[in-house]
């Protein structure tokens, strides 16, 4: 499968998810494995396992119900733009399986926020949970990006549980500066909250800034943050193996920071059990996983959760709960 270009393949799977998506109560059946200490709530949301599926996979909601057969406890799907817009010319996603890490210069390429709405409308018995990644159109300046931002929750928060705001990827030309603290407390000053509000950060950012972050959040009364996004490189945003030191430092700093009274979601070379739980004891009420998912198959959702289950019981830990932050008691 590797000798397949790469976004032959991931089309290939994106395809194959929203012709089967029909079956997955019958897909769910290998993957199935679900442990009382797994269940957690955050957001005011109840997740039956803290194991998610890292947005970029599913840009549309087409196969979501599929992704979530494997056995993710939710399902973030986007970025999504409110105009569709093609992304960034191909090639623009790249294997380095030496490092087990993935390239993408993908450049928020989205079927818009319409089209995706009427696909996430067909998802309203899921049994789920569902967020949804929020980008702005390449052609929006920044000063005007907050329109783009209060669109995608318009049309798109009442179908998800949770919105999260994606102001730092590395692949749209100058996104990233509105993650300086003026211009992102005007930009989310302006978000209406209707759903629970989740910003993502970048792991490129210094001590001073992530301090910046921390302010923003409990000045606004954000509901969480995801740490982190992909690393930027010459060649684009880089994730898997490369990332989950840095990424789990970044959720460690902002749980110490905010003294663990923002929910944060670590994201960022999640390959194992072990590496999940690093970031749950670092501060990180769920994980996202991305990379890892490609290197690992499918199984590894499963075998995440029943890696977390031994290391609780292990660690003498009742819930995933009781081991957010560990590592700073």
Same mark, same amino acid.
């Given at each position: ?32 494995? #679900? ?11 109840? @997740?039956?396992?803290? /194991? ?30 409110? #105009? ?6 191909? =090639? ?15 450049? @928020?390429? $989205? ?27 390449? $052609? ?40 300086? !603290? #003026? ?10 909250? %209707?759903?629970?509000? /989740? ?21 606004? !009364? ?5 740490? %982190? ?21 970044? /959720? ?10 923002? =929910? ?26 991305? $990379?890892?998912? /490609? ?35």
């Amino acid at each position: 499968m590797f000798q397949v270009p790469e976004e032959t393949m991931h089309n290939a799977v994106a395809s194959a998810g929203a012709a089967f998506s029909p079956l997955s109560p019958l897909v769910a059946l290998p993957f199935a494995f #679900e442990h009382p200490s797994l269940e957690t709530e955050v957001f005011g949301i109840k @997740f039956k396992n803290p /194991v998610g599926l890292a947005p970029g996979y599913d840009k549309s909601g087409a196969f979501a119900s599929f992704m979530a057969a494997l056995g993710f406890g939710f399902i973030e799907i986007g970025s999504v733009t409110p #105009e569709p817009q093609p992304g960034n010319d191909k =090639p623009r996603l790249f294997r380095r399986d030496a490092e087990e890490a993935i390239v993408n210069r993908m450049g @928020f390429n $989205s079927i818009g926020m319409m089209q995706v709405a009427e696909n996430l409308r067909g998802l309203r018995k899921r049994d789920f949970v569902l967020g949804v990644n929020l980008g702005k159109n390449k $052609s929006t300046p920044n000063k005007e990006a907050a329109r783009d931002y209060q669109a995608g929750l318009a049309a798109l928060a009442p179908l998800a549980d949770y919105v999260v705001i994606n102001v730092s990827s590395p692949n749209t030309p100058g996104l990233c500066q509105l993650l300086e !603290k #003026e211009p992102l407390l005007n930009l989310l000053r302006a978000m209406p909250r %209707t759903r629970p509000l /989740v910003l993502k950060v970048s792991p490129e950012l210094t001590d001073a800034q992530l301090n910046d972050i921390a302010a923003v959040a409990v000045e606004l !009364k954000l509901s969480g943050l995801i740490a %982190t996004n992909t690393i930027a490189t010459p060649e684009g945003g880089l994730s898997g193996r490369p990332l989950r030191k840095r990424s789990t430092e970044v /959720v460690a700093y902002l749980y110490k920071r905010l003294g663990g009274q923002i =929910p944060i979601i670590g994201a960022g070379g999640i390959f194992s059990a072990q590496d999940a739980y690093e970031k749950i004891r670092a501060g990180a009420c769920l994980v996202e996983i991305y $990379s890892g998912l /490609v290197y690992e198959g499918p199984g590894l959702v499963k075998r995440i959760k029943q890696g977390l289950v031994e290391m609780l019981k292990s660690d003498g830990f009742n819930s995933i709960k009781e081991a957010v932050g560990a590592d700073h008691r």
